[in-house]
């Protein structure tokens, strides 16, 4: 079930390459039947259009992150009560590149913002735990835990590698939930702040929750600064169709996680 999922989510997804090569195919396949079948595949192309420029268009890839993330805004220095002593960082996909006996591992744009914010808070503590969730996803190009470049990042951004404990065996936030409750409570750890994009927070907490953690949330910037900044809101931009299927990977994995019982 989980395969069927990810299938689903790489390529079966509006937003993404392979379906809009279905769609045309689909599309294609219904032009050359004949006549009677002429209009119906005008219909489904004229579509297929319409909406890969919906999800292309900066408002609408703005508008559906904004949808997800509501509720949740940045934790400031005043809300982190005295007793907090652990930050808890969710990966947010990374890359394996081998060449050889040569291999580098980069983070994503959200795993690399969440160790930003990460390390944000860690300033604002008294020397917090830091603890980095991350393991490997072969049929993503994950082939090193995702913890190992989110604990070169914190380093980089100042964070000492005596603070940092790393979680390098879940594959999705499910697992992630799992272990560091094993993790978590080994410490003695009850309360901690949990670190995500802001669209997957709500599907984060709730897969925390459901375990009976107490988990508190403070979220990453979704991008960078100047993003889509310069971008005309209706006219169609690559970055806002990323964007777009990005989200619709979240929508469809957090009803996945309703309907099989993980929240």
């Not at 971008?231 to 169609?236: H, R």
């Not at 931009?237 to 996945?256: F, G, K, P």
Request: aromatic letters at 10%; glycine letters at 10%.
């Amino acid at each position: 079930m989980d395969l069927l999922v990810e299938i689903v989510k790489e390529f079966l997804l509006p937003g993404s390459l392979p379906f809009l090569l279905f769609g045309l195919l689909i599309g294609i396949l219904l032009l050359y039947r004949g006549e009677k079948w002429n209009r119906r595949g005008k219909c489904w192309l004229t579509l297929l259009l319409l909406g890969y420029w919906v999800l292309s268009m900066p408002l609408f890839a703005r508008g559906i992150e904004s949808w997800l993330g509501r509720g949740y805004e940045p934790l400031e220095g005043q809300e982190i009560q005295g007793d907090i002593d652990t930050i808890v960082i969710l990966g947010g996909g990374s890359s394996t590149f081998r060449v050889g006996e040569f291999e580098r591992n980069v983070l994503s744009e959200a795993g690399i913002l969440r160790a930003m914010e990460g390390a944000r808070l860690y300033v604002k503590m008294n020397e917090p735990w830091v603890i980095v969730s991350g393991g490997t996803n072969t049929r993503a190009g994950v082939l090193a835990p995702e913890s190992e470049p989110l604990q070169d990042a914190l380093l980089d951004f100042g964070v000492p590698a005596s603070r940092i404990l790393l979680e390098s065996a879940s594959g999705d936030t499910y697992e992630q939930a799992l272990n560091l409750k094993r993790m978590l409570a080994a410490r003695g750890v009850e309360r901690f702040i949990l670190v995500t994009s802001p669209t997957h927070m709500r599907r984060a907490l709730a897969a925390f929750e459901a375990q009976g953690l107490q988990p508190i949330p403070a979220i990453s910037a979704q991008h960078g600064v100047g993003f889509l900044e310069n971008s005309v809101a209706f006219l169609p931009n690559a970055d806002a169709l990323h964007a777009s299927w990005m989200a619709m990977r979240e929508i469809v994995a957090t009803l996945y996680y309703a309907l099989a019982g993980r929240f």
